[in-house]
């Protein structure tokens, strides 16, 4: 399956400063430039650590940023709970390669 993609951050990081700190109005994409006029909606970042939840038609299957990812023990006992086969063959039906992306985070999780 798709190991987790890169989100790739708005604006250039600055170089002077170990690329910790980023340099607003210059923007690291011409996509992200052309949209600067437009209305954009901020929220907080989450420090979680990535998940993927991966149907194949028959089964889901969880990991992480990559396949040998270590996923908590509790997050991925909530991630059966929540995505189980029923739910995804209604989602999905039963043709399978179906990838989604998200975070997941809470006591436990990046020292959180």
């Known amino acids: 399956m798709n190991t987790y993609h890169k989100i790739q951050t708005v ?7 170990n690329y910790k700190t ?11 430039e052309y949209l600067a006029d437009c209305v954009w909606v901020f929220t907080e970042k989450v420090d979680g ?3 993927r939840v991966m149907w ?5 299957i969880f990991g992480g940023k ?4 270590q996923l908590h023990a509790q997050l991925v006992q909530h991630l059966r709970d929540t995505f189980t086969e029923d739910l995804m063959m209604e989602a999905f039906g039963a043709e399978g390669n179906v990838c989604l992306y ?3 985070y809470g006591a436990g999780i ?3």
């Open 66 to 69: 990559t396949d040998n990812a």
């Open 11 to 17: 604006f250039k990081r600055d170089p002077d400063n």
């Open 102 to 104: 998200g975070e997941g």
């Open 22 to 32: 980023l340099l607003e109005g210059q923007f690291s994409r011409p996509e992200f």
């Open 56 to 60: 194949d038609g028959v089964k889901v």
């Open 49 to 51: 650590t990535n998940i």
């Open 110 to 112: 990046q020292k959180g």
